[in-house]
Structures are given as structure tokens and as C-alpha cells.
């Protein structure tokens, strides 16, 4: 009897491993978003899904990096001791959320401030307040170090965020590995 119960035992702890190992590799309700484009129409629609997922209960985690890392740069703040590319980059690139352009119909910037304007007719939420929102329900963003380095963009001209933190590919890669849905925009 008592071997009985010591082969029950031992077939219990045998499923609680396997189901243990089952449990680590479900992905958690996470949605894990690359935003690579720095267009405002592709920007808004990683905004409005990240917030949209939010609303659903998921948990979600955005990867800004390349041409989306200007969208977080604050248009107020002004930051010294840039080399040469570094204020290149700055002057070409658009800074901040209210700056950045169409990908499709720009027509020169008009294309861009019809859509705002329409927008504003329409009761859409522009760039900034969907930024915003994000913030308040919780949307985590991560800023790609590589790209900040590259285009020469310190972390003192960024937006203030709630929760925002600066890392490398490795850190979206661990959040999206444990994510039911991944996207790039």
C-alpha cells in the first residue's frame, strides 16, 4: 500500500513538472509592438491599437526604434553637447509627436495639416493625446538605445513618460517571446 501511494506520489509530482513546463512556454496577454516608422499615420495606428489592447486587458509593450524614436523627442526641450551628426539628425528630424509628417498624400505639409485639421473636426485624437492616453492606461514603451546612439538623440530631450525606459533589442525580444501577439509598424 504504501508503494501504491509512493507510485502516486510520484506520478503527481511528474504532472505538476510537465504542467509547470506547459505553463512557462503559454505566452502571457501581451501584446509586444515594434514601431519602426516615424509617420504619423502609422504612428497613430500603433498608438490606437496599443491603446485598444489596453482596453481589452492586455498588457502592452512598444519598441520604439529607427525612424519612430523622433516621435518621443519633447519639442520644448533643448539639449547641449551633441557632436555634429547628433545636431544633423536633430535639425532633420521631425521632434516630437506634433511634427511628424504623413507617409502617404504630404503634398509639401499640406497633406499633414489637412488630416490634423480633419481630425479635429472628426473628434479624433491627435498624436500627442493618444501619447498621452497610452501613459495613463499603462502602455510601457522602451526606447531603442542603438538608434538613440546612432542618430545622436539623448535620453534628457525625450518626452516625460510614465513608463518609459531605454534598452536594447535583447529586452524587446524577452518581452515578445512571452507576448500572444506581436506586431511592427
Not at 498608438?47 to 512598444?62: D, H, K, L, N, R
Not at 502617404?104 to 500627442?128: E, F
Request: glycine share 8%.
Amino acid at each position: 500500500m504504501t508503494q501504491d501511494l509512493a507510485a502516486v506520489e510520484q506520478q503527481v509530482a511528474e504532472l505538476r513538472a510537465q504542467l509547470d513546463a506547459l505553463h512557462r512556454r503559454v505566452p502571457s496577454n501581451k501584446l509586444s509592438m515594434v514601431v519602426f516608422s516615424g509617420d504619423l499615420d502609422r504612428a497613430l495606428a500603433a498608438f490606437i491599437i496599443a491603446t485598444g489592447a489596453v482596453a481589452m486587458g492586455m498588457e502592452v509593450v512598444m519598441f520604439f526604434t529607427f525612424w519612430a524614436t523622433p516621435i518621443l523627442r519633447d519639442a520644448g526641450k533643448k539639449v547641449k553637447d551633441k557632436d555634429l551628426m547628433g545636431k544633423m539628425f536633430g535639425a532633420m528630424l521631425p521632434k516630437g509627436a506634433c511634427a511628424v509628417k504623413l507617409s502617404k498624400m504630404n503634398m509639401g505639409g499640406l497633406g499633414t495639416t489637412m488630416m490634423k485639421h480633419l481630425m479635429k473636426q472628426k473628434n479624433v485624437a491627435s498624436l500627442d493625446q493618444m501619447i498621452a492616453l497610452a501613459g495613463e492606461l499603462g502602455v510601457q514603451i522602451y526606447v531603442c538605445e542603438l538608434s538613440m546612439e546612432l542618430m545622436g538623440f539623448k535620453r534628457e530631450e525625450m518626452i516625460d513618460y510614465p513608463s518609459m525606459d531605454f534598452c536594447g533589442v535583447a529586452k524587446f525580444l524577452e518581452e515578445a517571446m512571452d507576448s500572444r501577439v506581436q506586431l511592427f509598424i
